[in-house]
């Protein structure tokens, strides 16, 4: 859930990492011959000074919007060059300045761009593989940065922002809604930025799930993602995700989910069909693990909150408590059939979920816990319940068709 959201935008991370670079690196084309060190062709170009125009269409990108270039030349110092460019087109607006000094150093800067993702969604998501070629992608993109361009390669620090952005992925059966970013490096060349990079959004869901408002805060070294924290609001109450990094290579992560204040209505068609309704409130934790085959759910508890009972009814199975009771006893608890059938609600002091989808020591996969008795203490009726699964929890907990969301190791 929120493990996955937070996976997720680490491959976006990666993809906006390597979109950010081309674009630097297509602007230094402007200035620089085929093939030619960049430095070494831009302090060759002869010292002209005007204004050359024309129209760049993106070869290497197909679908790419056509884009109208400008680029005003003139002289800077005894020997230096200077170019101010301009490129607009169909969601694109970007205005840069490269200047060669003296000596041949290359120093850009980008002043401002502005992306609107949704004029380049097509042919970003081809140019991104077969993986990403069903996302839809909106929002706006901006983005400054300065630095220099030499032989060994691009140096410098750029900042790049997000607003108003959405994203619906329907292979990973992913929406997010309302989102917004903020990616500073600090480092062009290592490709690090600074501690406080953020994440957010209102609203989506992952598969049948739905999220609300969350969050994360996170740093990028290299190939290196470091999640310092992540939480967003789920199934009515909140999901916060510990301390975790992965690699933008693998993509792989395991971190510890402590929820608080779910609400146990909005689980049930999450959990083994034993509770017809519910009305409560569970906290706990649980493990999620993210690989090449998708986002896995391992073992967790979750447990009613102390203090506050819960208003369950079951579903309908006569004979679950009555049939290992001889008739002598059953005679003093007139409403336990009525139990049974989810005619009587029931009042439980204690209800606890536990889940271990390898299986524990005894071969369980899961098990619900509860005590309580009727609501109505005319009956008397005390209930202490304990119900094993056994098996895979797939065939009992169903996500979605074709859903990369499961427990454990898909057993």
């Given at each position: 859930m929120i493990g996955r959201a937070a996976v997720f935008a680490g491959e976006r991370v990666r993809a906006w990492r390597q979109a950010g670079q081309r674009s630097v690196f297509a602007l230094g084309a402007f200035l620089a011959?085929?093939?030619?060190?960049?430095?070494?062709?831009?302090?060759?170009?002869?010292?002209?000074?005007?204004?050359?125009?024309?129209?760049?269409?993106?070869?290497?990108?197909?679908?790419?919007p056509d884009l109208h270039w400008k680029?005003?030349?003139?002289?800077?110092?005894?020997?230096?060059?200077?170019?101010?460019?301009?490129?607009e087109g169909p969601g694109t607006a970007v205005r840069a300045q490269v200047r060669v000094d003296d000596a041949g150093q290359v120093h850009w800067r980008l002043i401002s761009s502005r992306i609107d993702l949704a004029a380049w969604n097509q042919a970003a998501a081809a140019r991104l593989g077969s993986d990403w070629?069903?996302?839809?992608?909106?929002?706006?993109?901006?983005?400054?940065?300065?630095?220099?361009?030499?032989?060994?390669g691009l140096a410098g620090r750029a900042r790049l922002s997000l607003e108003a952005g959405r994203l619906e992925d329907p292979q990973r059966r992913l929406v997010?809604?309302?989102i917004a970013a903020e990616l500073a490096f600090e480092d062009l060349a290592a490709r690090?930025?600074?501690?406080?990079?953020?994440?957010?959004?209102?609203?989506?869901?992952?598969?049948?799930?739905?999220?609300?408002?969350?969050?994360?805060?996170?740093?990028?070294?290299?190939?290196?993602?470091?999640?310092a924290e992540a939480s967003g609001r789920i199934w009515g109450g909140e999901v916060k995700l510990a301390a975790f990094g992965f690699s933008l290579e693998k993509m792989e992560a395991s971190v510890l989910a402590r929820v608080v204040g779910l609400d146990v209505a909005q689980l049930l068609p999450f959990l083994p069909p034993v509770l017809a309704a519910a009305e409560g409130r569970l906290d706990g934790s649980f493990t999620v693990r993210r690989d090449s085959s998708g986002i896995q759910i391992g073992a967790g508890r979750l447990s009613l909150q102390r203090g506050e009972p819960a208003e369950l009814r079951l579903a309908s199975t006569p004979g679950l408590l009555s049939s290992s009771l001889p008739a002598t006893v059953l005679k003093y608890y007139p409403g336990l059939g009525?139990?049974?059938?989810?005619?009587?609600?029931?009042?439980?002091?204690?209800?606890?979920?536990?889940?271990?989808?390898?299986?524990?020591?005894?071969?369980?996969?899961?098990?619900?816990h509860l005590t309580g008795g009727p609501v109505d203490p005319k009956l008397r009726a005390p209930i202490d319940l304990t119900i094993n699964v056994r098996g895979s929890l797939e065939s009992l907990v169903k996500f979605g068709t074709n859903s990369r969301l499961r427990f454990g190791g898909g057993r």
């Open positions: 011959a085929p093939g030619a060190p960049v430095a070494a062709a831009a302090s060759r170009l002869p010292l002209l000074e005007g204004e050359l125009s024309g129209v760049f269409t993106a070869l290497k990108i197909p679908g790419a680029v005003g030349l003139s002289r800077s110092g005894a020997s230096g060059r200077e170019a101010e460019v301009t490129i070629s069903q996302v839809l992608a909106q929002g706006i993109v901006t983005a400054q940065g300065e630095g220099t361009w030499g032989r060994e997010l809604e309302g690090r930025t600074s501690a406080d990079q953020s994440l957010r959004w209102q609203g989506g869901h992952v598969d049948t799930i739905t999220l609300g408002p969350g969050q994360m805060k996170f740093s990028v070294d290299g190939e290196q993602v470091s999640v009525k139990i049974e059938t989810g005619e009587i609600p029931l009042q439980a002091s204690l209800l606890e979920v536990a889940f271990t989808p390898e299986g524990d020591a005894e071969g369980r996969t899961a098990s619900i």
